[in-house]
């Protein structure tokens, strides 16, 4: 049906020209949205690798700040502080582009550092020994042997001879001392784990570092002493120099000697246990402890499971040839008191657990108070709250709970128990935050394969994720 024409009237034909061109003219006015800035893969890996070593709340390198951006006179630095940031970049994304551009930077370091050390001046900047801590913490890191043969220490001990001839102007500098400082500490970790005599230089330089700047008081630089003390016993009793029974009262010595250690850290190195009243997957018991940061849990575990370790050399010496118990009294007390020991070091490295396996029921930021008694412990249900997704930035933190558990789980001092739930959390590590090595960890206890505890401590990278 028509409807007919149109009212006319109501008709209007507007001359839109104008309107048009103006917009035109606008858009034209808009700036084009610019490209994405691409940061290059080098860029992500010196950032990450600053912010967890150097800038970060445990920052064991914090002495490379002032080197982020190297100048040309650094390029042996420029370039170690690049093969090292790409080698933990690979270690954390398992990329094997990047583990090949990070073994190129390596190589150019080297080269790079071999001319710098030809030349005696540049051969005794920080940048140089800088370097050389630099190459060495990457070949920790890359690491896939469980051994401590050849140049394990080849660098560090390159190092300290740089060190030697530098002179005692350089203990002005409070970076340089953090930086030898961090030498000294990785060179007695590798003399201890690879069972070697302590290098009567790095005792010296223990000694100047300590008579000038350290205070008695640091937990870490106390319980550093009495590794030595105990590297220096496991010698003697190798070499037969110390009698059963001086050896063994040598050893009960020094397990008291830990033991006052911790009682006696200041306030700000106490942790918080707290009581639960169901238990969460990475609950071993009914509590966990809470540390009011990450260098604080590591002195811990180190010195729990260098005690679980210890105490095992005790237990060991309370037996007969044929590994019975000797029927001693005194020995047999020893044994005792070492066996209750062990189960205690290994309760409380687990107890350890939750706070950095990224548990949500755990509060990661609570502050530090003296250790409560069972009875008094604060209440927490873990019953609620869903799981948290995993954090990159807490990778390195759960990372050093492997082997603390693994000392834990591997010694047949303590009930199967520990070893199963060991397990656990090694699978739940590899599943949840992709830690290969965790799962080779966990593969190996599952296995039953015998391992020594520092052929794992080198297969996990050593002080390079560990520091």
């Known amino acids: 049906m028509c409807s007919g024409y149109r009212d006319t009237k109501a008709l209007r034909v507007r001359d839109e020209s104008d309107a048009v061109r103006r917009r035109v003219d606008a858009r034209k006015s808009i700036k084009a949205v610019p490209d994405p800035i691409v940061v290059s893969i080098r860029s992500q ?38 093969a090292v940031s790409l080698a933990y970049w690979s270690s954390q994304r398992h990329s094997v582009s990047v583990e090949k ?9 080297i080269n790079y550092t071999t001319v710098a050390l030809k030349d005696f001046d540049p051969a005794k900047q920080n940048s140089t020994v800088l370097a050389i801590l630099l190459l060495d913490l990457y070949e920790k890191m890359t690491s896939k042997e469980a051994t401590f043969e050849g140049g394990w220490a080849a660098h560090l001990s390159g190092a300290l001879i740089l060190v030697q001839l530098r002179g005692d102007e350089q203990f002005n500098e409070p970076s340089v001392i953090r930086m030898l400082t961090r030498l000294g500490t990785n060179l007695l970790i590798s003399c201890v784990a690879s069972d070697s005599p302590i290098l009567p230089d790095l005792i010296t330089l223990r000694n100047t570092i300590a008579a000038q700047f350290t205070s008695s008081l640091d937990p870490k630089w106390r319980e550093s002493d009495l590794v030595i003390e105990f590297a220096r016993i496991r010698q003697d009793i190798e070499k037969g120099v110390l009698a059963d029974s001086e050896a063994t009262l040598a050893l009960v010595e020094l397990d008291a000697k830990f033991v006052r250690l911790g009682r006696q850290v200041p306030p700000t190195w106490k942790y918080k246990t707290i009581q639960v009243d169901t238990k969460s997957s990475h609950h071993y018991e009914f509590f966990h402890h809470i540390h009011p940061a990450e260098h604080v849990v590591q002195m811990w575990n180190t010195l729990r499971l260098t005690r679980l370790v210890l105490n095992e050399l005790i237990c060991s010496r309370c037996l007969d040839p044929y590994g019975r118990l000797r029927s001693n009294s005194e020995l047999l007390a020893v044994h005792e008191r070492a066996a209750r020991s062990i189960i205690e070091m290994a309760s409380d490295i687990c107890a350890s657990v939750p706070q950095y396996i990224q548990d949500s029921h755990v509060s990661l930021r609570q502050p530090s108070t003296k250790i409560g008694s069972s ?58 935050h992709g830690i290969r090595n965790a799962m080779i960890v966990a593969n190996i206890l599952e296995s039953g394969e015998k391992k020594q505890v520092w052929e794992v401590y080198a297969m996990l990278g050593s002080y390079a994720f560990g520091s």
Not at 412 to 427: C, D, G, M, Y
Request: proline share 10%; with cysteine.
């Open 45 to 82: 890996a010196r950032d990450v690798f600053y912010h967890d070593y150097v800038v970060g709340s445990n920052k064991p390198f914090d002495f490379l700040q002032a080197f982020y951006s190297s100048t040309s006179k650094d390029d042996h630095l420029s370039r170690s502080i690049d």
């Open 101 to 109: 551009e990070a073994r190129q930077h390596y190589i150019s370091a």
């Open 375 to 432: 009875s008094d412990l604060p209440k927490v249900d873990t019953r609620t709250s869903p799981v948290a997704p995993p954090n990159p930035t807490n990778h390195l933190p759960c990372y050093r709970l492997i082997f603390p558990l693994f000392v834990v789980a591997q010694s047949s001092a303590v009930p199967p128990a520990f070893r199963e739930w060991t397990i656990k959390q090694l699978h739940f590590m590899a599943d949840y």
